[in-house]
């Protein structure tokens, strides 16, 4: 049975930083591609980062560039989303997903995690 297991939301003040963890397990991953994506009250899900994971290739939203470093260690089976300089505007709750590399849907996801960033 797959899982992914997010951890490491909170609350940060603008200007601040947060860590968050996916742990995955149940399967392989070898061939997946690995996501973070965050939904706002009202607002619909929208994608934030992915890593192969290899780790050699990686993609972000515009949002996201320059500020969020997607990362994976693969012998923990664990992903990691490095946010910084956070705004109020990235309070969400933020959403582990995997995907196979030639996949165009993202079929397992995690419970996901609150980050709430203060002015």
């Known amino acids: 049975q797959v899982q992914l297991v997010e951890s490491g939301g909170g609350l940060a003040q603008a200007g601040g930083s947060l860590r968050l963890s996916c742990a995955a397990s149940?399967?392989?991953?070898?061939?997946?591609?690995m996501g973070w994506f965050r939904q706002a009250p009202g607002k619909e899900r929208e994608f934030v980062a992915s890593i192969t994971w290899s780790g050699l290739s990686t993609s972000y939203a515009d949002s996201a560039k320059g500020r969020f470093t997607i990362s994976r260690d693969s012998a923990k089976s664990t992903v990691y989303l490095q946010m910084s300089s956070l705004k109020p505007e990235d309070t969400a709750v933020y959403y582990c997903a995997a995907r196979v590399v030639f996949g165009r849907e993202y079929v397992y996801w995690g419970q996901g995690t609150q980050v709430t960033v203060s002015s």
């Open positions: 149940g399967r392989t991953f070898s061939s997946y591609i």
